[in-house]
């Protein structure tokens, strides 16, 4: 297996690992793949002034300089040179990075954009792509969660959509969330911009980002009390307001005034808040 299977495994995360033709860019690597480029990841190599740092984006975006030097603080940050990469990661092909900061020990900056995805491919070597649920793929790293794109006009379009026929159609607005007895009590899943869950019979639907660091709050649970937990730092939702009723623990909770600052916040911005609805044993949101 490759290095990069070797690290997913060694991380107790689940993959899907797929074979497909010679790839020497994200974008292509989408197309051979059938997946939707914003799905798929592209990852950036930099050169800073303190050595080099990751910089993940989809495939479907340009990665804006302007941006990126605000991300780092640093001014002259610029993109390794082929000379470099080959130097320092021998055991990487070009245009097939990872975006796995531990397993190169390098520091992580991902664009918001990536995170609105359940799942995402990214490449491990040129003829070898990884899927895997953004909440596994990020949870074992400390990426640094920031604006890093513009959207690249030369990139690939989105496929048409699928038609459905008969009764089982999304109405102008809805997104179809799926069969409603894939949904039963305690159930959390995602739905384009939503985390769409089932509390005790309580269908609701909430936008999928947490306040704390942006973490894919479709990965997360509902506890005995009807609150969305967020996945990585346990953040408590009221999925009727949107607004947190307890702060990130971990180390988070040891931060004086942590807790009531987010818990503000999110009065004043709370999680969006959507409508599901059953129709014909399907579950749609809008």
Known sequence: MSLV????????????AMTHARTDTALEEARALGIDADAVLKT???KTRSGHALAVVPAARRLDMKLTRSATGDSHVRLATEEELRGQFPGFELGAFPPLGALLGLPLFVDREVLEHERLAFAGSQTESFVVHTTDLFAGENPSVVPLTSRDESGAQPPPPTARSGRDTAMAGEARVGPATDLPPGRVTGTGRFAVGNAAGNLFAVSRRCRHLR???AGGSVDDDGCLVCPWHEAKYDVDTGQMVRGPQGAFAWIPGSDLAYRVLTRVLP???GTVTERDGALYVR
């Open 5 to 16: 299977g070797d690290h997913l495994e060694r991380q107790g995360i689940p993959f899907e």
């Open 44 to 46: 950036v190599v930099l």
């Open 215 to 217: 973490a894919d709050l």
């Open 271 to 273: 999680l969006r808040r």
